[in-house]
Structures are given as C-alpha cells and as structure tokens.
T-cell receptor
Framework: SQQGEEDPQALSIQEGENATMNCSYKTSINNLQWYRQNSGRGLVHLILIRSNEREKHSGRLRVTLDTSKKSSSLLITASRAADTASYFCATLAPLVGSARQLTFGSGTQLTVLP | AAGVIQSPRHLIKEKRETATLKCYPIPRHDTVYWYQQGPGQDPQFLISFYEKMQSDKGSIPDRFSAQQFSDYHSELNMSSLELGDSALYFC????????????FGSGTQLSVL
C-alpha cells in the first residue's frame, strides 16, 4: 500500500481560481515534500515541510501539515494554465541508518483551463 | 546550474532483452536514487547508493541490478525484460549533508515490446 494517498485524483479549475490538493500518509515522517510533474517529464521539487512545522509558504504555494491526522494539503493560489501538471506528495521517514528514500503518493492531476 | 543527467532519454527493447540506464548526479552529490514510474502510477523507489555502496533497497526485481561508480555516476542494469518493465525510470541525487531534498533527472522512458 502507498505511504501517501492523495485526493482528489484529478482536479479541473479555471485560471485564477485556487487549487487545493490533499495527501494522507500512514507512518511517522521526518518531512513531507510536494513535487510537480509535467506529463512524461521529471519531478520538480516544490516545497518541503518538516514534521515540526504546521504551515509553509513559497510564492503562490501554501502547504499545511497536520501530523496528528497524518495529512497535508497543498494550495496553489491564483492558478495559471502553466500550473497544469501532476502533483505528488512524498514523505521521508525519520532517518534510520542510511535510509533516506522518499515514498510518493499517487498524485493529483491538476488541469487549469484558460 | 548542472542538473541530474539521465541517458538515454528513450529506449525501446524487446522482451527478454537487456537494458542499461545511466545517471550522472549533480556534481558533489554523493547519493543516488532510482525510481520506477509505471503509466499513471506514482514513482516507486528501487534502490539507492551512498559513496558507491548500496544504502537502501526498495521494490527492485532480482532481474535488475545497479551500481555507483567512482565518479558517482550510476547505472541500472535490467535483464530478461518483461512487458511490465515499461515505465519511466528516474534517477535522483542528493547530498548526505542535505538528504531531504532530492533533485530528479528527466527520466528514461523504457518501452518493452
């Protein structure tokens, strides 16, 4: 089973609207990260939030983390057509030895209509 | 700034053939990760290396092997290819001092016919 489950699986909005994507995870984490992926392309790191943080902002991005509910949300404000992509959350478990793998959720396909 | 370089960008193979994917991490990055992403799927961790030693292992089939060389580049070797191996294979790199942030390459699209 996946560490991170995201909802919705697909989201379609008009340009200028806000987009909210949610992610849930199952185990303890060191941090949670959000990545963006354009179709068939590489993953681009967007933002990282540590387990002791509750909210973080970066430009038009706002991420929240609720460790008691094991969930996170990514808000993209004033969306643009260029924001159309898949968005993945990924969790990093507390570091044990050399294990540093990210575990990805299933992603949300965001479509921003012009 | 230099990014993670993967080659080839696309690869077409037939069943039972072998394939080798290459990854060149960002200069001075000492950790390399391999991920597999099937069509419409999330990336799945395969294997990672730190200072040329395997550091972690995920859902990598026994038919696959990987190594990291002295110049820190890594190769993923895939044998007896199956149709289900068709996927986008990503390499990522990071610094041991900053393990939280991974930098991903553009991936190799492998198609097994």
């Amino acid at each position: 089973s996946q560490q991170g489950e995201e909802d919705p699986q697909a989201l379609s909005i008009q340009e200028g609207e806000n987009a909210t994507m949610n992610c849930s995870y199952k185990t303890s984490i060191n941090n949670l990260q959000w990545y963006r992926q354009n179709s068939g392309r590489g993953l681009v790191h967007l933002i990282l939030i540590r387990s002791n943080e509750r909210e973080k902002h970066s430009g038009r991005l706002r991420v929240t983390l609720d460790t008691s509910k094991k969930s996170s949300s990514l808000l993209i404000t004033a969306s643009r057509a260029a924001d159309t992509a898949s968005y993945f959350c990924a969790t990093l478990a507390p570091l044990v030895g050399s294990a540093r793998q990210l575990t990805f959720g299933s992603g949300t396909q965001l479509t921003v209509l012009p | 700034a230099a990014g993670v370089i993967q080659s080839p960008r696309h690869l077409i193979k037939e069943k039972r053939e072998t394939a080798t994917l290459k990854c060149y991490p960002i200069p001075r990055h000492d950790t390399v990760y391999w991920y597999q992403q099937g069509p419409g799927q999330d990336p799945q961790f395969l294997i990672s290396f730190y200072e040329k030693m395997q550091s972690d292992k995920g859902s990598i089939p026994d038919r696959f092997s990987a190594q990291q060389f002295s110049d820190y580049h890594s190769e993923l070797n895939m044998s007896s290819l199956e149709l289900g191996d068709s996927a986008l294979y990503f390499c990522a790199s990071s610094l041991v001092g900053a393990p939280e942030k991974l930098f991903f390459g553009s991936g190799t699209q492998l198609s097994v016919l």
